[in-house]
């Protein structure tokens, strides 16, 4: 449970990690059940663990001068 609230980097994309279960518990009702109760909008998985996360979305911005 130590990675709940972490920003973690997979393949250059960030993922806040909102919860994990097992793979066995959530394959009950299904993924999309599990998703949509964590709030997640994606499902990682490492070994027997799911780990329900939010993409981090990379803003880019320019600064607005005013006259």
């Known amino acids: ?3 709940l609230g972490k ?7 960030l ?3 909102l919860g994990n279960q097992s793979v066995k518990s959530v394959d009950i009702e299904g993924a999309d059940v599990w998703k949509n ?9 490492n070994g027997d ?4 996360c939010r993409n981090v ?5 320019d ?3 005013e006259k």
């Open 15 to 17: 993922y806040e990690v």
């Open 49 to 52: 663990i799911y780990y329900f």
């Open 37 to 45: 109760r964590w709030g997640a909008d994606t499902l990682l998985r």
């Open 1 to 3: 449970m130590g990675k």
């Open 57 to 61: 979305l990379n803003a880019e911005f």
């Open 63 to 65: 600064d607005i001068k």
């Open 7 to 13: 920003i973690i980097n997979v393949n250059d994309t």
